[in-house]
């Protein structure tokens, strides 16, 4: 059974760009969610869609957002980005976000914002 | 707050030499704990799941036990290739969401 794929694995921007990465999640899973990984930070929680519904957002500005497709697979963008974007954004899917259920990680879109 | 503090920051083992990974935590109402291995340049590797106070989890080397404030990542005779970064998160009562803490980076030397 193939694991949560994201795409692309690194990406280069400029301050003020914007960037969209993608996930797919692991078949048969419909809730992903989304963390920032920073060696300041740690890992920290984004959002996590359902059905195409965002049910749990974290603490970040308006300019990351992200959307949930029929097929469970998921976006985020950021826009107007700043240099402390820089990060590994990382996915992880579930089977329904409920109780008992595991959240596993793909590889990671590493952002470098320069 | 809900918050997650894991200790040590970093651990420098001799192979075979076993030790222990403490993990407390803050939560209004815990569904669950979770302990996850990343090693670098690569996404974080569910190890365990606990649910309850007194739960325990063996997998080879390690095992995990839970209380009502802590985690423990016990790690037996441990060798080179368990050296990585040991994550533990806590899901809140909403779910979807982890909170995890700094992590302690492990270094088993042979």
């Known amino acids: 059974k193939a694991g949560v794929t994201q795409t692309p694995r690194y990406l280069i921007k400029t301050r003020g760009q914007q960037v969209t990465l993608s996930c797919s999640p692991i078949?048969?899973?419909?809730?992903v969610s989304w963390y920032q990984q920073t060696p300041g930070q740690g890992l920290q929680f984004l959002f996590e869609?359902?059905?195409?519904?965002?049910?749990n957002k974290g603490n970040f500005p308006g300019r990351f957002s992200g959307r949930q497709f029929s097929n469970s697979r998921s976006e985020m963008n950021v826009s107007t980005l700043e240099l402390g974007d820089s990060a590994l954004y990382l996915c992880?899917?579930?089977?329904?976000?409920?109780?008992?259920?595991?959240?596993?990680f793909g590889a990671g879109t590493r952002l470098s914002v320069l | 707050e809900d918050q997650v503090t894991q200790s040590p920051e970093a651990l420098r083992l001799q192979e075979g030499e076993s030790s222990s990974l403490n993990c407390s935590y803050t939560?209004?109402?815990?569904?669950?704990l979770f302990w996850y291995r990343q090693d670098p340049g690569k996404g974080p590797e569910f190890l365990f799941t606990?649910?309850?106070a007194g739960e325990e989890k063996e997998k080879e080397r390690l095992k995990a036990t839970l209380t009502k404030k802590e985690s423990f990542l016990h790690i037996t005779a441990p060798k080179p290739e368990d050296s990585a970064t040991y994550l533990c998160?806590?899901?809140?009562?909403?779910?979807?969401?982890?909170?995890f803490g700094q992590g302690t980076e492990l270094s088993v030397k042979p």
């Open positions: 939560v209004s109402g815990l569904r669950g």
């Open positions: 992880a899917s579930s089977l329904s976000g409920n109780r008992k259920n595991i959240q596993y």
């Open positions: 998160a806590v899901e809140d009562n909403q779910g979807g969401k982890l909170i």
């Open positions: 869609y359902f059905s195409e519904t965002q049910r």
């Open positions: 606990l649910y309850s």
């Open positions: 078949s048969g899973h419909r809730s």
